[in-house]
């Protein structure tokens, strides 16, 4: 829910009227405004669900209040946004923040971040210590589907058998991956049977020929409270995005990251969820939920509500031209019309009504890994490396920076006596002597973060052999990298734009509008699928719709034949009853195996849905 901030900007409106700085009563109109949506939100709120609403400065005090009052049994926490690093400039401040107030229940699920980029590591070991019988407990295959999704692990296999190879396809259509190197060299995984299940979700698989490698990527963490993530920018991915999509702007969009990050935490894990936004604006909410479903291949569905109002100033122009609300002219400008339905259309298909492309790119989750050696660099300036002084390892060690000109080492690691640095938090190590290149390397082991090496020697053959034994020691880096989506790819999603209007009462109740009122069932029963229509205006006397997982018994004189063309369907979830009978209702619901059953009057108009007999 992101609600119009009431900065006394007269960016929205009180009983038809523009609330600006001016109204001494516009703290008051915005709370009454808020309140009758929130008490909607919080009748349609899942018991899991969560309700995210952002706010500024302006009204965030009074906001946590109602929330608190509205919502006492639930957790509300603030999330801080830095969505405009150059800041608005205040009369002592520069404001470069907003917030988004998570609530939510003991039921519900706040999922933790996942990593896209960085270093990550295979689950093999290597090195002198990585073979089978090295770990009695690390010998199991890991199993996939036959899409190559990590299902689970096997048991451990006893020390007289062995694999027929690295990778194992079963008549089951399982996939059986076992730790065994390039070289057929049997060796174990990094974790034992019994502690393997607690990383399952850190790990992904990299198809490389003929082999799998199971790769596992650094500990997911819990969202923080404060996010300066450059992709919350609303400046950069709000306006700007907007702008490259219809070319034209839009006063305060949200980042499409900032919203996709917000849902990520409320529903990666839940792929059919169903979002609702109360205030559309641009749009970002539904371009959000349609990214997050192409990472996961998810069917989440979000219905956007909205007006069409036309701005201020816009008002104030078409006015002097003479056009009034209602008008083809006026209607155009509006938000919806002239912003939100084109943005959601463009987004989803990939091109505009012109038949141009969108340019551009996404920032996705998604992520790909890369191989790469580790760097070695032979320090051959240095004489006599075991008579070095600490004075001069310091130096030597002052002079070791990275690619970005920062020291890779702190002069305090070293000490008089040291032969070499291997530190748990710097990714650098030094061998100061080659006499001690056997120390160095039991150090080394399971040190996979370091990726640079320097060795103090004159002699090219030492150095050589020396890199070649910590290369077979720890093996290259796998790195990762975000993933890009191209714009002009669009998503596999679905659209249906919907403006509601008043339907005559006594043609609904003759039946001659259920074109009309079937788009409000399928909504009601959760928008999957595509809208389904009918040809005519003429009522049927029952749809069964299993692809939209509803059905609908206009004429209950035909309850046996509805049933039994039921019980051919497993996918119904919802059925309406069209009757004005609620003992006959009542009987009705006793014959079917649905979920959820809704009473529909003849007369629905006045009130859509009046009673429900179950609703499990």
């Keep these: 829910m992101d609600p119009p901030y009431n900065t006394g900007a007269r960016d929205w409106k009180y009983n038809n009227d523009y609330v600006d700085s001016s109204d001494n009563w516009r703290h008051s109109k915005w709370l009454s405004m808020m309140q009758k949506r929130l008490k909607i939100a919080k009748r349609i709120l899942a018991d899991d669900g969560v309700l995210i609403t952002t706010i500024d400065d302006n009204e965030y005090a009074h906001l946590w209040v109602l929330l608190h009052e509205l919502f006492p049994n639930l957790t509300h926490t603030c999330v801080t946004i830095q969505h405009n690093p150059g800041g608005t400039q205040g009369k002592k401040f520069s404001v470069t923040h907003e917030y988004a107030i998570f609530s939510y229940s003991a039921e519900s699920t706040i999922y933790r971040k996942q990593h896209t980029g960085g270093d990550v590591y295979n689950l093999r070991r290597w090195g002198s210590t990585s073979g089978r019988y090295e770990g009695a407990t690390c010998f199991y295959p890991v199993i996939l589907d036959s899409n190559y999704n990590i299902i689970g692990f096997g048991d451990l296999l006893d020390k007289e058998l062995h694999p027929t190879a690295q990778v194992e396809h079963n008549e089951d259509g399982t996939i059986y991956v076992w730790p065994i190197d390039k070289n057929g060299i049997e060796k174990k995984w990094r974790y034992g049977r019994d502690t393997v299940e607690s990383v399952k979700d850190r790990m992904f698989i990299e198809k490389k020929g003929d082999r799998i490698e199971v790769i596992l990527r650094r500990e997911s963490e819990p969202p923080k409270t404060v996010w300066t993530d450059p992709l919350c920018n609303a400046e950069a991915h709000g306006t700007d995005m907007i702008r490259s999509i219809l070319g034209g702007g839009f006063s305060y969009p949200k980042s499409l990251y900032a919203v996709h990050e917000a849902l990520t935490f409320a529903v990666s894990g839940k792929k059919n969820a169903l979002i609702v936004d109360f205030f559309a604006g641009s749009g970002t909410t539904l371009h959000a939920v349609n990214l997050l479903n192409s990472e996961d291949d998810g069917n989440r569905r979000c219905i956007l509500v909205t007006n069409n109002e036309v701005s201020d100033d816009e008002a104030k122009a078409l006015k002097k031209n003479g056009y009034q609300p209602g008008d083809i002219e006026w209607e155009k400008h509006g938000i919806c019309r002239a912003v939100t339905w ?17 340019t551009g790119e996404y920032f996705t989750t998604q992520t790909a890994s890369n191989e790469i050696e580790r760097s070695f660099y032979q320090l051959g300036f ?25 020291a890779q080492l702190p002069q305090s690691l070293v000490s008089k006596d040291s032969k070499f640095i291997v530190s748990d938090k710097h990714t650098a190590s030094i061998l100061f002597d080659v006499d001690s290149a056997d120390e160095w390397l039991t150090a080394l082991e399971e040190q996979d973060h370091i990726t640079d090496f320097y060795i103090a020697s004159k002699s090219a053959a030492i150095f050589k052999s020396i890199k070649t034994r910590v290369s077979h020691l720890l093996g290259s880096i796998i790195v990762t990298s975000q993933v890009k989506r191209p714009m002009s790819e669009g998503f596999p999603a679905n659209a249906e734009y919907f403006k509601l209007e008043f339907l005559d009462k006594n043609s609904v109740s003759l039946g001659q509008q259920f074109r009309e009122i079937l788009p409000l069932l399928w909504l009601k029963s959760g928008a999957i699928g595509k809208r389904p229509e009918v040809n005519s205006n003429d009522e049927p006397e029952m749809l069964i719709l299993p692809q939209n997982g509803f059905a609908i018994l206009v004429d209950e004189t035909k309850f046996a034949e509805f049933t039994e063309k039921l019980s051919e369907e497993d996918n119904i979830q919802v059925v309406y009853f069209v009757t004005n009978s609620e003992e006959a209702f009542r009987e009705m619901t006793a014959g079917v195996k649905a979920n959820n059953t809704y009473q529909l009057y003849r007369d629905y108009i006045d009130n859509f849905v009046l009673g429900s007999r179950r609703d499990s």
């Design 342 to 358: 084109p943005r959601t259309k463009y987004s989803i298909l990939g091109k505009r009504d012109d038949g141009s492309t969108l």
């Design 382 to 406: 240095v004489d006599n490396p075991s008579e070095l002084t600490a004075t001069a390892k310091k130096q030597i060690v002052s002079l070791l920076k990275n690619k970005e000109g920062k």
